[in-house]
């Protein structure tokens, strides 16, 4: 009787907390076909689909965009995963002196928020030629997503430990094709957490690619907010559903590029027994 | 000898980016002291400190910040670390809820300012069901949830973001721990909710604190949010910071980094406190012994 009754809690919280995230979502979309929503009836009036064909007028400067914010946050992503895996191999399997140190300053840009950096950094970055350049957010982008990558990846490395590839090793293997067999697949799970996880923080950057891209490049985040200052709601609603729609591609596509690599397939980094 | 050069070589692009990013954080605490040769100032001087926080708009501003980032980050992290001890007892979450529940994390902050307009705003849908409800007659008087000057708008949006981060960044341990450490009290008759408060979530707390920090430190010096959602007085912090820093008199850029180091005094004070805590954990666990 109590076991019954604790399950329906538990089904009444997991449902409270799938709506609040649901709901929004449905409003995206609502407002893609809104023409005419006046006060205070509850649904639309008119539906249209004006600012879809609106929109695909505009398909090459669309596509330039699209290309050049996936690029970037990809290029973060797997940067970010490379330099995390060596930085957690450094730190966790050598011993050197100043290793705390070390890891203090790889942490250390989760305590000063973006914002901040953006603006001691700029002109550092004019006098080196990497402002309004590509190369510039994407170097950018990736002092700010490294942390993240860090700290799943040295809970992964953590966890998986360096038995195995020392008995490669003895058995005779490189140390990088011992890594490359044993360590790599079994760090997959993490390392696929650490990608999706970068290539978020350089996909919603808003102000740091405003202030090292200075309007040259051009990202998601910055064609947005024009237009939610405006108020063009329609045309706000479209982007941000294409836009999601793309990263969830693009998940999809590193989920299968990790599976193939590990044995086990499936690339979830929590399930429940 | 090749293994005592390799540390450094593994770790040399994080060295790079690593210094790359100290220049710019000491770009930032020189000029907020007043020292930028290029514009002809020389002397350091708190002078900038003190005229921020003198002005009685800036300390405002520096209210609204804290307010809103103390308030979104502590109730983020409740609910975040209550679902996670639900799911984590139940023992029955399945993929595709969690799957769901991540789906915030993916969302860029500017998006979410959009969903909060759909819903919360006086021509929201929120307002329209009120009305629809006769609770109020008219669009005024639907209380201005966003654009206000308590930052409840900025407040919701990252309660959307940071609790399904939270829940994403706890869960896998507490889950871990649930099922090994926590069995062995169920076991020995602690009940549901005792084993929660007594071993899983003490055993969590450091990861759930270094949780907490994150979102604090950036709810502190995030810029979107407060941009689309703010109201125009009090400004955010980091709007103040950056409405100084493009002004066309260059002599005000060192208010601007002083605002920024008023953010990094903020959060390295939080982070230095974690530190603390987590020292004085230890030595609690070494006395019992």
């Not at chain 2, 969903?115 to 007659?137: C, K, T, V």
Request: with cysteine.
């Amino acid at each position: 009787m109590k076991n019954k009754r604790k399950s329906i809690f538990i089904s009444i919280t997991q449902f409270v907390l799938l709506a609040a995230i649901l709901v929004p979502a449905v409003t995206l979309l609502l407002w893609i076909f809104t023409e005419r929503w006046t006060w205070p009836d509850l649904a639309p009036q008119v539906f249209s689909k004006r600012a879809i064909f609106e929109i695909a007028g505009r398909k090459k400067e669309l596509l330039q965009i699209l290309w050049s914010s996936i690029l970037i946050s990809t290029v973060v992503a797997v940067l970010s995963a490379v330099i995390g895996i060596m930085t957690a191999r450094a730190i966790l399997l050598y011993r050197f002196p100043g290793k705390q140190v070390v890891y203090f300053f790889t942490i250390l840009p989760f305590m000063v928020p973006a914002t901040v950096f953006a603006m001691g950094i700029q002109i550092t970055f004019i006098k080196m030629g990497l402002n309004n350049r590509i190369t510039g957010v994407i170097i950018a982008h990736l002092i700010c997503s490294l942390p993240y990558a860090i700290r799943l990846i040295m809970d992964g490395t953590a966890a998986v430990g360096s038995r195995l590839e020392e008995q490669a090793r003895v058995l005779g293997a490189s140390p990088f094709k011992a890594f490359y067999k044993t360590s790599l697949p079994m760090l997959m799970p993490v390392i696929l957490s650490a990608v999706s996880m970068s290539y978020i923080v350089s996909f919603s950057q808003y102000f740091l690619t405003l202030m090292i891209g200075g309007g040259n490049v051009k990202t998601f985040t910055i064609l947005m907010v024009p237009y939610l200052q405006s108020g063009n709601r329609n045309i706000a609603c479209i982007y941000s559903t294409l836009f999601l729609g793309v990263t969830l591609l693009v998940f999809g596509v590193f989920e299968w590029a990790a599976g193939r690599f590990m044995k086990h397939g499936g690339g979830e980094f929590y399930t429940s027994e | 000898m090749k293994d005592k050069l390799m540390p450094y070589v593994l770790l040399a692009p994080q060295i790079l980016l690593t210094l790359l990013f100290m220049i710019g954080l000491v770009t930032g605490i020189t000029q907020s002291l007043g020292v930028i040769p290029a514009f002809g100032l020389k002397k350091p001087t708190l002078l900038y400190y003190k005229e921020v926080l003198s002005r009685p708009d800036m300390m405002r501003s520096v209210l609204y910040s804290l307010r809103i980032a103390l308030f979104s980050s502590v109730l983020a992290t409740a609910g975040g670390v209550f679902f996670c001890g639900v799911c984590v007892m139940g023992k029955k979450t399945q993929v595709a809820v969690m799957r769901i529940i991540q789906l915030p994390i993916i969302v860029p902050h500017v998006v979410t300012a959009l969903f909060i307009i759909n819903i919360f705003s006086r021509n929201g849908i929120l307002a329209r069901a009120a009305y629809a409800l006769g609770m109020i007659q008219e669009q005024q008087q639907f209380p201005m949830l966003i654009y206000d000057p308590h930052g409840i708008g900025i407040i919701m949006a990252y309660l959307w973001k940071e609790i399904p981060f939270i829940i994403y960044f706890v869960i896998a341990l507490m889950a871990n721990i649930n099922g090994s450490l926590g069995e062995a009290a169920t076991n020995l008759g602690a009940k549901t909710w005792t084993v929660f408060w007594r071993v899983t979530l003490p055993l969590c707390r450091n990861t759930i604190i270094s949780g907490f920090l994150i979102i604090f430190v950036f709810a502190l010096g995030a810029y979107e949010l407060p941009l689309l959602l703010g109201a125009t007085v009090p400004k955010a912090l980091p709007v103040l910071a950056y409405q100084e820093y493009i002004h066309p008199d260059l002599r005000n850029r060192p208010y601007a980094m002083a605002l920024n180091g008023i953010i990094i005094a903020i959060s390295l004070i939080s982070s230095l406190l974690y530190f603390l805590m987590m020292r004085k954990s230890v030595k609690c666990l070494t006395e019992e012994q």
